[in-house]
């Protein structure tokens, strides 16, 4: 499904889309503004599911609608408390003069085949990840907490890294997303993921919330992609990501990466 994104005589289209992206159109609920950022806007519906309109240079996510353009010159006409209306019946979203018309468009699958990366070798001085003490103490009490099945002492771990530290998505979310992605390499039906982000999620931000649920289903950005297809400067890319998002969630990966893999290798 492709969607074209209109303001007056201009218009952006849609060239990629994911399920994520089609469902929370599909479902019709009542939404609204998130956030207005100058590359991207995010929009909220009343179940707290995100959807993430973006420019190509930022590459895909979980719950993202890539635009063919950047939003620049749009932005100054949207207002944060503009109405969002959605037409489930034509697949339409209306922002104030915007509006988003859907057809045919590439679907991009969000979930990476993570059990690739059992087979990989990754220097340890790279696997290694920089942590603050707390984050760091929390994180392992996680990893012991998953070694020995212990859930009452990994609800303790996860909900004290939940919401901790400041931004949309605080850096304990981010190790906590990192600590689901490596689940995934190793144990994709564990039951740690669920218990993971049903208690982690209810404590943080919505659009943390979002990246929570989605890293559950195993569902990452475009950078976690180039890291399982064995691009050579993947992790770099994913260092990048915001302050230090990237730094973050690639410490909790690490980390989780070595310790669960010889619970579930």
């Given at each position: 499904m492709a969607y074209t994104l209109t303001y007056n005589r201009h218009t952006m289209k849609c060239i990629l889309v994911t399920p994520r992206a089609q469902s929370w159109i599909g479902n019709g609920r009542s939404a609204r503004?998130?956030?207005?950022?100058?590359?991207?806007?995010?929009?909220v519906d009343e179940d707290g599911d995100v959807l993430s309109?973006?420019?190509?240079?930022?590459?895909?996510?979980?719950?993202?609608?890539?635009?063919?353009?950047?939003?620049?010159h749009v932005i100054p006409h949207i207002g944060l408390h503009d109405v969002v209306n959605l037409n489930p019946t034509n697949h339409s979203i209306i922002i104030g003069a915007l509006h988003i018309e859907t057809g045919p468009a590439p679907v991009?699958?969000?979930?990476?085949?993570?059990?690739?990366?059992?087979?990989?070798?990754?220097?340890?001085?790279?696997?290694?990840?920089s942590l603050p003490p707390a984050l760091?103490?929390?994180?392992?009490n996680l990893l012991t907490a998953v070694r020995s099945d212990d859930w009452a002492a990994g609800r303790m771990a996860a909900?004290?890294?939940?919401?901790?530290?400041?931004?949309?998505?605080?850096?304990?979310?981010?190790?906590?997303?990192?600590?689901?992605?490596?689940?995934?390499?190793?144990?994709?039906?564990?039951?740690?993921?669920?218990l993971i982000v049903d208690w982690a999620a209810p404590l943080t931000t919505t659009l943390s919330a979002a990246y929570l649920h989605a890293a559950a289903a195993g569902?990452?950005?475009?950078?976690?992609?180039?890291?399982?297809?064995?691009?050579?400067d993947a992790v770099d890319e994913i260092l990048s990501i915001g302050h230090s998002s990237g730094n973050d969630a690639w410490a909790g990966f690490a980390?989780?990466?070595?310790?669960?893999?010889?619970?579930?290798?």
């Amino acid at each position: 499904m492709a969607y074209t994104l209109t303001y007056n005589r201009h218009t952006m289209k849609c060239i990629l889309v994911t399920p994520r992206a089609q469902s929370w159109i599909g479902n019709g609920r009542s939404a609204r503004i998130l956030h207005l950022f100058e590359k991207v806007i995010n929009l909220v519906d009343e179940d707290g599911d995100v959807l993430s309109l973006s420019p190509i240079d930022l590459g895909p996510g979980p719950f993202t609608m890539i635009m063919d353009q950047d939003f620049p010159h749009v932005i100054p006409h949207i207002g944060l408390h503009d109405v969002v209306n959605l037409n489930p019946t034509n697949h339409s979203i209306i922002i104030g003069a915007l509006h988003i018309e859907t057809g045919p468009a590439p679907v991009w699958e969000p979930r990476p085949q993570w059990t690739l990366l059992r087979r990989s070798i990754i220097d340890s001085d790279i696997m290694a990840g920089s942590l603050p003490p707390a984050l760091e103490a929390y994180l392992q009490n996680l990893l012991t907490a998953v070694r020995s099945d212990d859930w009452a002492a990994g609800r303790m771990a996860a909900t004290a890294l939940a919401g901790l530290g400041k931004g949309l998505t605080p850096a304990g979310d981010d190790v906590l997303m990192g600590v689901l992605f490596a689940l995934w390499v190793w144990a994709p039906r564990s039951v740690w993921i669920d218990l993971i982000v049903d208690w982690a999620a209810p404590l943080t931000t919505t659009l943390s919330a979002a990246y929570l649920h989605a890293a559950a289903a195993g569902e990452a950005t475009i950078h976690w992609h180039n890291l399982v297809a064995g691009k050579a400067d993947a992790v770099d890319e994913i260092l990048s990501i915001g302050h230090s998002s990237g730094n973050d969630a690639w410490a909790g990966f690490a980390a989780a990466f070595n310790s669960l893999g010889r619970k579930f290798s």
